[in-house]
């Protein structure tokens, strides 16, 4: 029997050796409870705030429309188009207290981005496995009273217009009664080549905020209606921007008019 240990180990499969990439990775439970339990870190994210609002309205000569329209306390879900890394810090100026937002779990992976992330508001979100804890931190942040940024299309769009939306956001905003303000940014898919930040004009647009009744469970289809209603809002301030418009179905828009008329 001793001589068989040797032989036994010899043979046992690489990743036994070396655990898979996937397990080797920062365990990101841990950056959503610090975004629950201690929030935004204030001595990184006011006084990156107090350098990014400058160089926005400088450098990209920022142009902000609407910010009368967020309400200065209380919770708030914030549902926008998504064309940049640099959207939720552009988005995040529009209110004057902090922000919340998910970012793929990719970016969790190096200790000192996810740092950094974690204390600018950012909390991990696995985008493949419609994640549940990401949604439940979401949840969590916005029953305390504070804003969550939502990017309804759930990847970058680049070019073009509108991607379809998903219906998280209805389901966010049914389950925790928040309202949800309607926000559009355009021009900051043209600001990064590479790594460089160039000067082009960015304007982000918000509208007034949707309400909907609180429940306690959604269902697919309530929650896909909400969201809808939602993203023609959110398609309104864009085409008033100047986006491409969104090819959508006549009649989805005519439903949601009632609601586009109140949140421009």
């Known amino acids: 029997m001793g ?7 010899s043979e046992l499969p690489s990743s036994a050796h070396h655990p ?6 920062i365990d990101l439970t841990r950056f959503r409870n610090r975004s ?3 929030g935004v870190n204030p001595f990184v994210y006011w006084p990156a705030r107090a350098i990014l609002v400058p160089a926005f309205l400088l450098y990209l000569r920022m142009q902000r429309i609407g910010r009368e329209h967020l309400p200065r306390t209380g919770p ?8 940049s890394f640099l959207d939720p810090f552009l988005i995040g100026t529009m209110v004057r207290r902090p ?3 998910m970012a793929k779990r990719e970016l969790f992976e190096k200790r000192w981005q996810a740092w950094l992330l974690n204390a600018l508001g950012a909390f991990p979100v696995d985008r493949g496995a419609g994640d549940g804890d990401a949604m439940a931190t979401a949840r969590a942040i916005l029953e305390r009273g504070d804003c969550v940024v939502i990017f309804p299309e759930g990847t970058r769009i680049r070019s ?3 991607a379809d939306p998903r219906r998280g956001i209805g389901r966010l905003a049914l389950e925790t009664g928040a309202p949800v303000a309607p926000i559009a940014v355009l021009g900051s898919e043209n600001v990064r ?13 918000a509208g007034r905020p949707l309400t909907f009744p609180r429940l ?5 289809n309530l929650a896909a209606g909400v969201t809808q209603r939602v993203w023609a809002c959110v398609s309104l301030q864009w085409e008033w921007l100047g986006g491409e418009p969104r090819a959508a179905d006549g009649v989805e828009q005519r439903h949601a008019g009632e609601g586009v008329s109140r949140a421009a």
Do not use: D, F, T
């Open 3 to 9: 001589h068989l240990r040797p032989k036994i180990v």
């Open 20 to 25: 898979p990439e996937r397990e080797r990775r």
């Open 36 to 38: 629950l339990q201690s």
């Open 76 to 83: 708030l879900l914030l549902a926008s188009n998504h064309r």
């Open 99 to 101: 922000v919340y937002y």
């Open 160 to 162: 073009g217009g509108l």
């Open 193 to 205: 080549k590479g790594w460089r930040i160039r000067p082009r004009k960015v304007r982000v647009r």
């Open 216 to 220: 306690e469970r959604s269902s697919p």
